[in-house]
């Protein structure tokens, strides 16, 4: 690969994702407010390591895909929202943990802080339309990053018991079919499928562990969001199953994913202050 690292990868496609998406999509995305949302995840990021003595450097990588994924899926009329999602972000690393293992999805968690804890945050779950050459640009980069993590049996679980359950509340409403693929062709569910939920370092360690959880997330997911008409039911999926990971784990040991040098796959040793695949999407 041309990059040392997978990760450059990721940060190199979810700033293409920025530039496309203000391209092509016109969103209301304030400059300024990616600025704040890089200053302070990686600020955030230097302060704690050096607080807690987890890390010798900053991880700059680590930061940077959080502020991207923030810029990507969090919108605020503030730029002290934007601080406190990106602040809690990073901190949800060094303070959600068990052993060296952080179980939340930290710009997942930095947006369900803000749309928690302020009234001017919100998120866009249609912003990415429905065209489908954004879904193969999606499955395109995602695909590369899975491809090199080994986390493709995550994405499998969800899009399959996702579209699975749409299809059988589908049959039983009898609506036509046009109406299923409306709500599958999401370029904001794909995000979330690809580059969220296949975090390897926040996710189950174990194989049978991440189909569970990822099936689990698609199942909650169904019912936020057509019982009680969550339209950001993923983000609030994902992170009120974030401790099941725990749990997982638990039953199912295997050694943690650790990002080894020259390697995406290796699941060796594993490393402090833990690098997330922001995946976005949460987006969506």
């Avoid at 996702?162 to 062709?185: C, F, K, P, Q």
């Avoid at 909650?220 to 749990?247: E, G, K």
Wanted: one cysteine or more.
């Amino acid at each position: 690969m041309l990059l040392k690292d997978i990760r450059d990868y990721q940060i190199l496609f979810l700033g293409l994702f920025l530039v496309l998406g203000i391209g092509t999509r016109d969103w209301t995305l304030r400059p300024e407010l990616i600025g704040v949302a890089i200053a302070s995840c990686v600020s955030t990021q230097w302060i704690l390591s050096f607080v807690t003595s987890q890390e010798q450097k900053i991880n700059l990588r680590s930061a940077l895909i959080s502020a991207l994924g923030l810029s990507l899926l969090l919108r605020a009329d503030h730029w002290t929202t934007m601080v406190l999602a990106a602040v809690s972000a990073i901190a949800s690393k060094f303070f959600f943990k068990v052993g060296d293992k952080h179980f939340f999805n930290p710009a997942n968690f930095g947006i369900i802080s803000a749309l928690i804890l302020t009234s001017d945050a919100w998120v866009s779950p249609g912003q990415w339309g429905e065209e489908w050459w954004y879904g193969l640009v999606f499955a395109g980069t995602g695909g590369l990053i899975l491809q090199q993590v080994g986390r493709w049996d995550t994405t499998a679980a969800f899009l399959g018991s996702y579209s699975l359950l749409e299809a059988i509340r589908n049959l039983y409403l009898g609506w036509t079919w046009d109406v299923y693929w409306h709500r599958l062709m999401s370029g904001s569910l794909l995000l979330f499928a690809l580059f969220m939920v296949t975090d390897p370092r926040s996710i189950p360690n174990a194989k049978i562990g991440r189909i569970i959880w990822a099936i689990c997330i698609a199942s909650l997911t169904f019912i936020l969001r057509n019982y009680f008409f969550i339209p950001t039911a993923v983000f609030w999926s994902l992170f009120a199953l974030a401790p099941l990971t725990l749990l997982l784990d638990w039953l199912w040991s295997s050694p943690r994913f650790s990002w080894v040098a020259g390697k995406g796959k290796g699941a060796g040793s594993s490393e402090q202050g833990g690098e997330e695949l922001m995946t976005i999407n949460s987006a969506l």
